[in-house]
């Protein structure tokens, strides 16, 4: 028997008898709902968007309904997940298949390859799981495996991998079977192959796997590029009126957490100290002479994003009025804040405000 084969019938084999993995979207045919465990687990931990995947199929069961929600409503759902581009590409594309294919699902691979957000992975998923189509899923379960299994040393994240991994991918897929074989390639990678400490002594494929007889399983696959972050500091001003409101504006553009909501942003590439800010041209302008009557410092937060990594402080200050000139920022009473959807970053403080010290 030819060992790619072997492969197909051994994964398959241990799928049927020794997969015991429990997702709630596991064997779902519903193509809406596939999709929202896709997009919901893309760059999520199975554990963390188990929740939000209830969450959003309770609130939304069809695409129509996902489609007429309100964007602050969605985006509250969503608070928590990170990579909010994902909630967007969520909402316009249930819009388009609400508009254009009246609530129904895409049928083949090539239409829902068109949607916003859907790449070919997605799109591969969506169109084995639902409709049984002949298309093989890539993602990095299952470079892994391949990598490994065949002994492939060709990065991952070059063009040349990309496409070496989709072609033998596609070669090894049941076409008959396409959505059980994806989903038991990806579930061997989630729990025997895995990126640490894999289960190589009790696996099935290990007489045959490159990375086992050679000692590469701690070097395979191979990614050609580092990630270096862009450092961000960024110090959010509380600002309270006397009547116990606060200054929340919606982040705009394409930087991070379009969409979601955040205090008045004094932002600098290094960390300087809140008082410095506090004698700066930006305080000066922004509080408008105004005497500041109960100033407190956070402890300091942090965050790694993909590119970016993010460090600052929340500064509480109780002015004696209003402030004028603050054309995009909106004023809200502090008990309300719960229903605007916040960055983590900014949760995080939300969650636990103690302050850290006294600046008076």
Not at 143 to 172: H, Q
Not at 225 to 249: A, G, H, W
Request: hydrophobic share 35%; aromatic share 14%.
């Amino acid at each position: 028997m030819q060992k790619k084969a072997r492969f197909a019938q051994k994964l398959l084999k241990w799928h049927q008898h020794q997969n015991f993995r429990q997702m709630p979207w596991k064997g779902e045919k519903d193509p809406y709902r596939i999709w929202l465990s896709e997009v919901i687990l893309q760059q999520t931990r199975v554990e963390q968007g188990w929740a939000y995947y209830e969450k959003f199929v309770s609130a939304f069961p069809t695409v129509h309904d996902l489609a007429t929600a309100s964007e602050q409503f969605v985006f509250k759902l969503w608070e928590g997940l990170g990579y909010y581009n994902r909630c967007r590409n969520l909402m316009a594309t249930a819009k388009r298949i609400d508009s254009e294919y009246y609530g129904r699902f895409p049928t083949t691979y090539e239409e829902i390859l068109t949607l916003k957000g859907i790449g070919p992975y997605t799109a591969a998923a969506i169109a084995s799981f639902a409709y049984n189509l002949p298309h093989a899923v890539v993602d990095g379960n299952v470079t892994r495996v391949l990598s490994r299994y065949f002994g492939i040393s060709t990065p991952i994240d070059t063009t040349a991998g990309k496409k070496e991994y989709a072609e033998m991918a596609e070669m090894l897929l049941d076409k008959q079977r396409a959505g059980i074989y994806n989903q038991a390639i990806m579930d061997f990678g989630a729990t025997v192959c895995t990126p640490r400490n894999p289960q190589c002594a009790s696996c099935v494929q290990q007489p045959d796997c490159q990375a086992w007889q050679k000692g590469l399983t701690g070097q395979l696959p191979i990614k050609e590029k580092s990630i270096i972050r862009k450092r961000r500091c960024l110090y959010y001003f509380i600002v309270e009126t006397p009547d116990d409101k606060v200054y929340i504006r919606q982040r705009s553009g394409k930087d991070i957490w379009a969409g979601l909501y955040e205090f008045i942003l004094f932002e600098t590439p290094e960390p300087v100290w809140p008082s410095a800010i506090l004698e700066s041209e930006f305080a000066r302008q922004l509080f408008e002479g105004q005497a500041l009557t109960a100033r407190y410092i956070s402890r300091t937060y942090q965050q790694e994003l993909t590119h970016q990594s993010l460090q600052g402080q929340f500064i509480t200050v109780r002015l004696d009025r209003p402030l004028s000139g603050l054309g995009d920022y909106m004023l809200v009473p502090k008990r309300r804040l719960k229903e605007y959807a916040f960055p983590k970053f900014i949760n995080a403080w939300l969650q636990d405000p103690t302050p850290a010290q006294s600046l008076f």
